[in-house]
């Protein structure tokens, strides 16, 4: 009865189980993180592409969310947002 407990809950471990963290970085496609194309035109980036987004401590959002539950993630994140 141990495997219920080897669940990730937390933001790490939903972005580990969806991208597969390697090296403390994931790879995205280039239609998650620029969703408009006209964006992604601009940049040069191509269709098919992906990013890669490193996911270390000194990005200051990421380590505070790291560790939070994912129901809790965007509810925080959100708040933020609406503090800028």
Sequence with gaps: MVSPLCVSQNYE???DEFFGIRTGAISVSNKIVYPDEKV??????????F?????????????????KHFNLAGPHLNKQLVDI
């Design 40 to 49: 992604r035109k601009e940049l040069g980036h191509k269709e098919d592409g």
């Design 51 to 67: 990013a890669e987004l490193n996911l270390q401590a000194e990005n200051a959002v990421y380590q505070e969310i790291r560790y």
């Design 13 to 15: 471990g939903l972005l």
